[in-house]
Every structure is written in C-alpha cells, then in structure tokens.
C-alpha cells in the first residue's frame, strides 16, 4: 500500500475582535507555501474556520493513517496564552474569554499523539499574546516542530494592545526552500529547515523527505535568517527599563528620608547635609530619567497602534 503523504493548513487571518485584529498578521505569503507544499503533499487548505470545523479537520487528518504516512500540520493564527491554557485564536475568539472559541493547543498535540503515522512535521506561524508574560513551552509529538516564536510578543492588558509588529519571515522562508531547495540537492528533506528564521526549530528526523527541489541547477540558495525583534519589542523593554529606573530612583529617595530621619540633629554637620543632598539628587534624576522613558515608550506604542 502506498503511504499517504497529507498536508493540512488551517489559516486564521479575519479576526471579530477589534483588539485581535489591530495585532501584526499572523503569516504572510500563506498562499505561495501551499503551491510549494503540493509539490511533495495532498494539501488541503481551511481559512477562517469556527472552533468546530478545526477540531473535525484535525481529527479527520490523524486519523486513520499507517506507519509509513507523513503528515504535515501548518498553522496560521494568532496564539493567546491563557493562565490555564495555550489556545489558538479562531475568527470568533474574544480578548474577554479567549478560550470560548478558541481551539487549545492541548487539542491539537492530543490528535497527534493518537496518531498512528509515522512521521509527523508540525508548523506554527503564530503570534502570542496574553496577559501572561515570558516564554511559552512548546512541546508537541512531532518529527520536525516549527515555530515563529516562543515569546508572549504582545499584551492584552485592561483593554490596551500594547506594540504591533511586521509578519513574522517563517513562511515565505518555508515556501522558498520547499521550492527552491539547496544547490545541488534534488530533494528537500527536514535538515534544509536548520537555520529558517525560527524561534523553535526542533528536527527529530533529518532524513524526512519534504518535497522534490524545482529550482533550477546553479540557483543561488534560499536566503536563511533569524528573528530580529520589532521596534515595537524594543518600546516595551524601554518601558520595562524606565521602570527599573523608577524603582530605583524611589529607593535612592527612601534611604536620603531614613538617613535625615536619622541624622536630623541639632548642630547637624555640612558633611551629613552635602550628602543627604547629594542623595536626594540622585533620586529625583533617576525619578526624572525612568518617567521620561516610560512616557515615550508608551508614546511609541501608541502611534505604532494607529498606523
């Protein structure tokens, strides 16, 4: 029996919520993938599904697969991570209850691990957003994992989108090496996906056929690259530094108010008051400093969210 070689992209880029929607795209160039994808896959493509209509194409997709299948799963959306939860943003899904209709992606990684194919390649062109902060672990039961980002890029905090940024390069990456391959390698196999602009790269199979290179003998290779962060990154890490500033600056204030607390005596030396003035400066620059910061970054925000 021959083995089945399936591809399924699930493509969410129309979003109801207003804040959702004011968020970078999740993937560009999602069309130029799935022309690359058919040159190796039976691909089947579902844009702006509801929570329903996803969780049906995945089981549908894993199921009754043999040991020699390979199956490619590509996701296109945007991420929220949720105190309990990791879920995937469908068209219907609400800053106020993002889980509601949302797809989690314990669904996801469950229909994988159910699977009986024997080699499974997972994509994920997602933006993360959330009110939680910091890395997001991304473990899934698959031969090659994929991921644009690791990081909470955005934060959905009391009703204020905090930095936007451009697409992110993962899948028109993909789609050129698919497509193009390496010189002088008729195939493209998982070892040509080391070095594409992914926060998550994690090859298990190297050996895994992808597609067959269409690209002309002695074309220039697949221009490869890293995440760089958006200026948009950089405001908030601005922010968080004025912050810092600000914190250390209400430090500095304290110790010169318990140092006069303490030393505020009849006959008190010139030495002692230089010093508490001296203190005291230092805070009020700090104060000064860390404010200033704070307000341009949220400045800088603000007119990146209008344009």
């Known amino acids: ?72 799963l590509y996701l296109a959306c945007h991420a929220v991570v949720t105190p309990k939860d990791l879920v995937l943003a469908t068209r219907a899904t609400m800053r106020s209850d993002p889980a509601a209709a949302s797809v989690p992606f314990a669904a996801v990684t469950r229909a994988m691990a159910a699977t ?38 955005y934060v959905l905090d009391q009703g204020m989108i905090r930095g936007r940024g451009a697409p992110s390069k993962l899948t028109p990456a993909l789609a050129e090496i698919l497509s193009r391959g390496l010189p002088g390698e008729p195939e493209v196999t998982a070892a040509a996906l080391r070095g594409l602009p992914a926060a998550v790269a994690r090859i298990d199979e190297p050996g895994l056929l992808l597609t067959r290179s269409v690209a002309p003998p002695g074309a220039p290779a697949p221009v490869q690259g890293t995440p760089r962060r958006t200026s948009g990154d950089w405001a908030v890490r601005v922010s968080y530094w004025g912050l810092v500033l600000v914190g250390l600056s209400s430090l500095a204030m304290l110790a010169a108010g318990w140092v006069a607390w303490r030393i505020w005596l009849p006959g008190l030396p010139g030495d002692a008051l230089d010093l508490l003035g001296v203190v005291l400066g230092i805070g009020l620059a700090l104060l000064g400093v860390g404010t200033v910061l704070a307000i341009v970054a949220f400045a800088a925000r603000r007119w990146r969210a209008r344009k």
Request: hydrophobic share 45%; net charge negative.
């Open 116 to 153: 009986e194919a024997g080699h499974v390649v997972l994509v994920l062109d997602c933006c993360f957003s959330g009110r939680e902060r910091g890395a997001v672990e991304l473990t899934a039961p698959a031969h090659v994992l994929l991921s644009a980002t690791n990081l909470v890029e």
């Open 1 to 72: 029996m021959q083995a089945t070689r399936a591809a399924l992209m699930i493509v969410t880029t129309t979003q109801e919520d207003p804040g959702l929607a004011q968020l970078r795209p999740p993937a560009s160039d999602v069309g130029t993938l799935e022309a690359a994808l058919r040159a190796g896959f039976d691909v089947r493509r579902v844009s702006d599904a509801a929570r329903g209509e996803i969780l049906a194409e995945l089981t549908a997709f894993f199921s009754g697969r043999g040991a020699d299948d390979v199956l490619l």
